[in-house]
């Protein structure tokens, strides 16, 4: 049944993915994309591009004051970005304390001021390992704490929860979605690094897909 939802939207090709299942499954998507003070804004010009060229309504909004009260993170401190597959535990250094928590939380406060009925977000089975916030369980918990959060209960839904990246992908390709339109690197130079964890982990995707990524790489 067609919704009114808020997508959070980072620019990335998992959110990218799942702002068009959004608009295939037939909802009033309002994209929502967050500057909470990460590395560069590749991804955000990403989001503000591909939301102008579909007429969608979308929010960009700077939330970068949170970075005086955590860090820590090689996404948002001054922190070598760590290169490697998501496997590989020094990647838990990518971990922006309480982010989706935060994400979620005003995403959940936008959606009831429009009277929407869900927050979407892009989490999937491969962030597992390093992310407690993009686990089944904290899904569940957060969606539960959400429908009495408020007057007006908001789902919160992953749609890609149980999947991997290489499904997302497959799912992508298949709606026909043009990557070359979004950026997932950690780092926000001129072409992809291909070396850090979010650069191996797509470039994986498209291997296992037999595709080839869109994106220039420097490696």
Same mark, same amino acid.
């Given at each position: 049944?067609?919704?009114?939802?808020?997508?959070?939207?980072?620019?990335?090709?998992?959110?990218?993915?799942?702002?068009?299942?959004?608009?295939?499954?037939?909802?009033?998507?309002?994209?929502?994309?967050f %500057?909470?003070?990460? *590395?560069?804004?590749?991804?955000?010009? $990403?989001?503000?591009?591909? $939301?102008?060229?579909?007429?969608?309504?979308h929010k960009v909004v700077d939330i970068s004051a949170i970075n005086q009260l955590i860090g820590g993170s090689s996404l948002t401190s001054d922190i070598e970005v760590p290169e490697g597959h998501y496997a590989a535990d020094n990647m838990k250094s990518t971990v922006v304390p309480n982010r989706n928590m935060i994400l979620i939380?005003?995403?959940?406060g936008y959606a009831v001021s429009l009277d929407a009925q869900a927050v979407y977000y892009g989490a999937h089975s491969g962030d597992h390992f390093i992310y407690p916030d993009c686990r089944p369980e904290f899904v569940q918990k957060m969606h539960d704490v959400c429908q009495i959060a408020n007057y007006e209960p908001?789902?919160?839904?992953?749609?890609?929860?149980?999947?991997?990246?290489?499904?997302?992908?497959r799912d992508g390709l298949a709606m026909g979605l043009?990557?070359?339109?979004?950026?997932t690197c950690y780092n926000g130079?001129?072409?992809?690094?291909?070396?850090?964890?979010? $650069?191996?982990? *797509?470039?994986?995707?498209?291997?296992? %897909?037999?595709?080839t990524d869109p994106l220039p790489y420097e490696a």
């Open positions: 049944m067609p919704q009114k939802v808020v997508v959070i939207y980072s620019g990335g090709m998992d959110s990218f993915t799942v702002l068009h299942k959004a608009i295939n499954d037939g909802h009033e998507v309002y994209a929502l994309s %500057n909470y003070g990460q *590395r560069h804004v590749r991804e955000l010009e $990403c989001a503000k591009a591909v $939301c102008a060229e579909l007429g969608i309504n939380s005003l995403a959940v908001i789902a919160i839904i992953s749609p890609y929860l149980q999947q991997t990246k290489i499904e997302i992908l043009d990557y070359s339109k979004t950026w130079r001129a072409k992809a690094c291909g070396k850090c964890g979010s $650069c191996a982990e *797509r470039l994986e995707a498209f291997t296992l %897909n037999q595709a």
